[in-house]
């Protein structure tokens, strides 16, 4: 799997959007990129991942430059309880594991 | 309804012991792993099993023995206990063919003394 470098940590205003970028620089055709983040205390919480096109849910928007080399998790109004650590991972989708890196600290500030 | 669910949440034993952690998954899934998070917070994987079948096994000391009984069991028993096993350990669940996500359980803090 494609390693991927994120920011250590970030800062965010409650209530303003809050975008996480993220690169693979290494990522090949079949590679999906995902994110997963975790709250304090709590097991990883699936966000949402993609391919090569732009994907929203109901949790967040990802967008993923058309290289591929990088992309930016989009939580657009956030709250306090987005404070968690955040992981961008690339993985081909049948692939049997995920490898998790140190992630982004993202705290959301009131 | 919990998806993936693990108990117990909080284990305290001392070195030597042996303990299981349990898992189970609602979810349908034929896929399931377990993950250990050390003090440093990294996240890593140590089993995974497909069909009750071992597909991963990342060179984790033969004191940790996974077993499966069924599809959405996978249990984690470990033998001799050592200080070094302190961790939080994620069970996590997937479906190998639909999508693949995988979901994870709120995790087993296991405290050895």
């Known amino acids: 799997d494609a390693k991927t470098t994120q920011p250590t940590s970030m800062d965010c205003a409650e209530g303003r959007a809050a975008n996480l970028p993220c690169n693979h620089s290494t990522i090949s055709g079949n590679e999906y990129v995902y994110w997963y983040r975790q709250i304090h205390s709590q097991g990883p919480q699936y966000i949402i991942h993609?391919?090569?096109n732009n994907e929203t849910n109901e949790m967040a928007s990802l967008i993923i430059t058309e290289d591929r080399k990088s992309s930016t998790l989009i939580l657009p109004h956030a709250t306090l309880r987005d404070t968690a650590v955040y992981y961008c991972i690339v993985r081909f989708q049948g692939a049997q594991k995920l490898v998790f890196g140190q992630g982004t600290r993202l705290t959301i500030n009131p | 309804d919990t998806a993936v669910s693990q108990t117990p949440k909080y284990l305290v034993t001392q070195m030597g012991n042996d303990k299981s952690i349990k898992c189970e998954q609602n979810?349908?899934?034929?896929?399931m792993y377990w993950y250990k998070q050390d003090s440093k917070k990294f996240l890593k994987i140590m089993f995974s099993y497909n069909n009750k079948e071992l597909i991963i096994n990342e060179t984790v000391p033969n004191r940790f023995s996974p077993k499966s009984p069924d599809k959405a069991h996978l249990n984690l028993h470990i033998n001799s206990l050592e200080l070094g096993d302190s961790a939080v350990y994620f069970c996590a669940s997937s479906h190998r063919t639909y999508g693949n996500t995988i979901y994870f359980g709120e995790g087993s803090w296991l405290t050895v003394v």
């Open positions: 979810l349908g899934h034929d896929t």
């Open positions: 993609g391919l090569k």
